[in-house]
């Protein structure tokens, strides 16, 4: 694999998120792997912290990291609900509102110049989109509609070759929702990708030709 001495310019722990650093690892090294291929986008970005990952890989390989989140959190990020974050909370809005969180992570990260954001739902983003891409990461609602419609909307801009990363897999539904997992499963039964194994719940798949 890539570079193992990777070294990050703010602490990773400081970022609200919930990526191990094993899956954040993985995505780095993917990532710069897939720079040979095309740019790489995310879906979810939150505060930034597989952004960090992500972006600091695509530094190194001289490519751009489109970032995709309306910034309006998942739906368990709501009031009320069990990943509610205060703090993360614009009371004057009356909404979740991550992305001034987000713009202090780039600025701290250094990566200003390499991550483009893109405030908007994935399926908006993705309408006129033109740009084939080397590297998928799929982070977004956790909702069956939503992660349906991120795989829809993203894996058919992957180049062959490229990567396919879903976050939050869990094959037993007592560990974990069940959507990314059924668009895991998905992506392996279209024939289209190549199953490259599971890190903890982040799962790797190859574009193949045809």
């Not at 993917?30 to 970005?45: M, Q, W």
């Not at 890989?57 to 001289?62: H, I, P, Q, S």
């Amino acid at each position: 694999m890539a570079d193992r001495m990777l070294k990050l310019a703010v602490d990773i722990d400081s970022i609200k998120g919930f990526l191990d650093p094993q899956e954040g690892r993985e995505l780095y090294e993917r990532c710069l792997a897939a720079g040979k291929v095309g740019p790489t986008l995310e879906i979810g970005s939150c505060c930034g912290k597989s952004t960090v990952y992500l972006g600091e890989a695509c530094r190194r390989a001289g490519r751009s990291l489109f970032a995709v989140d309306h910034h309006r959190g998942s739906e368990e990020h709501q009031p009320g609900e069990f990943y509610h974050d205060p703090e993360l909370f614009d009371s004057a809005a009356g909404l979740v509102d991550t992305f001034r969180l987000f713009r202090q992570t780039l600025r701290a990260a250094g990566l200003e110049q390499v991550v483009v954001p893109i405030v908007a739902a994935p399926e908006v983003a993705a309408r006129d989109w033109a740009t084939p891409l080397g590297m998928v990461f799929i982070d977004g609602g956790h909702s069956f509609d939503a992660a349906q419609a991120d795989y829809d909307c993203w894996a058919p801009h992957i180049r062959v070759g490229g990567i396919l990363a879903i976050h939050d897999i869990f094959p037993n539904p007592n560990d974990g929702g069940q959507a990314p997992y059924s668009i895991w499963q998905r992506a392996i039964s279209s024939g289209l990708f190549e199953d490259l194994g599971i890190v903890r719940t982040l799962g790797i798949l190859r574009r193949k030709d045809g």
